[in-house]
T-cell receptor, first 117, second 110 residues
Framework: DQQVKQNSPSLSVQEGRISILNCDYTNSMFDYFLWYKKYPAEGPTFLISISSIKDKNEDGRFTVFLNKSAKHLSLHIVPSQPGDSAVYFCAASARFSGETSGSRLTFGEGTQLTVNP | NAGVTQTPKFRILKIGQSMTLQCTQDMNHNYMYWYRQDPGMGLKLIYYSVGAGITDKGEVPNGYNVSRSTTEDFPLRLELAAPSQTSVYFC?????????FGPGTRLTVT
């Protein structure tokens, strides 16, 4: 039962253009969503998050959009840079459920982003 | 502030051997986690802890054990290693919300 799904294993964009990475989830209890970036041979690095009371959160070149009715979130990177080439994971939790298990994250399979110079 | 540190970085085990993967964080986070990542897959939660003395199973706990005697340390024990445990293991800590990951341990069981 894959509760968080990233349907695109890879994405290739030109430097300077927009990168859009997508993520779908099935568990309606999820109320907190995160994006992580991972370079080879390193641990994942936290990028940006959004709680279910918002539909957009922006941090510099990175914006996360949440569509609760569609159970869909996306990460926009504008403009894309070659250093953004990495695997991007979306993750979700039931953080505000009040249970200690709400601290757990469920991860998608990841999308390999390649930004070409 | 070193963040989350993991040792060793690499290890090769023979089937049936045991080992402990070490994880330490210096951010005074209550929550700590162990994940494994297999090729082409996302991270799967093995065990987690919400504070010293409290641990709970994640999605894939079989073949592993943990303990949390201090806030800083969260070691993962593999007993009777099997080839299916070949993976990259990540430890993470969190104050609540975002989790912060260590660099990983690449384990091969042959």
């Amino acid at each position: 039962d894959q509760q968080v799904k990233q349907n695109s294993p890879s994405l290739s964009v030109q430097e300077g253009r927009i990168s859009i990475l997508n993520c779908d989830y099935t568990n309606s209890m999820f109320d907190y969503f995160l994006w992580y970036k991972k370079y080879p041979a390193e641990g994942p690095t936290f990028l940006i998050s959004i709680s279910s009371i918002k539909d957009k959160n922006e941090d510099g070149r990175f914006t996360v959009f949440l569509n609760k009715s569609a159970k869909h979130l996306s990460l926009h990177i504008v403009p894309s840079q070659p250093g953004d080439s990495a695997v991007y994971f979306c993750a979700a939790s039931a953080r505000f459920s009040g249970e200690t298990s709400g601290s757990r994250l469920t991860f998608g399979e990841g999308t390999q982003l390649t930004v070409n110079p | 502030n070193a963040g989350v540190t993991q040792t060793p970085k690499f290890r090769i085990l023979k089937i049936g051997q045991s080992m402990t993967l070490q994880c330490t964080q210096d951010m005074n986070h209550n929550y700590m986690y162990w994940y494994r990542q297999d090729p082409g897959m996302g991270l799967k939660l093995i065990y987690y802890s919400v504070g010293a003395g409290i641990t709970d199973k994640g999605e894939v706990p079989n073949g592993y054990n943990v303990s949390r005697s201090t806030t800083e340390d969260f070691p993962l024990r593999l007993e009777l290693a099997a080839p299916s445990q070949t993976s990259v293991y990540f430890c993470a800590s969190s104050p609540g919300g975002a989790q912060y990951f260590g660099p990983g341990t690449r384990l091969t069981v042959t």
